[in-house]
């Protein structure tokens, strides 16, 4: 089973989400949907702009921690290092 860490954005001078998940295409629909009422809800966050697959929980959850402690200017850096134009890579994932 796969395992996902990944960030969502509104917009590239907007709010950042950090999350993981087992199921990247169910959770990201989750928060576009805006079915929970959360800070992604809140802040019009939907765009998944950057992920890493891990093969285990326990890696994708420390990774998870690591970038939690980063400061915004390193997250932006490994989105554009990937994804240089803030493409939505959802539908990329439900292919």
């Known amino acids: 089973m796969a395992y996902y860490v990944y960030l969502l954005a509104g917009r590239k001078d907007g709010p950042l989400y950090l999350g993981v998940t087992n199921d990247l295409v169910r959770r990201v629909f989750e928060h576009r949907s805006k079915a929970i009422h959360s800070f992604t809800a809140r802040y019009h966050i939907t ?3 950057w ?5 285990d929980p326990v890696s994708a959850i420390t990774r998870e921690k690591e970038i939690k ?13 990937d994804n240089p134009n803030w493409n939505d890579l959802y539908d990329s994932t439900t292919r």
């Open 69 to 81: 402690k980063w400061r915004r200017l390193w997250k932006v850096a490994l989105i554009v290092k």
């Open 47 to 49: 765009k998944l702009v």
């Open 51 to 55: 992920f890493e697959i891990y093969d």
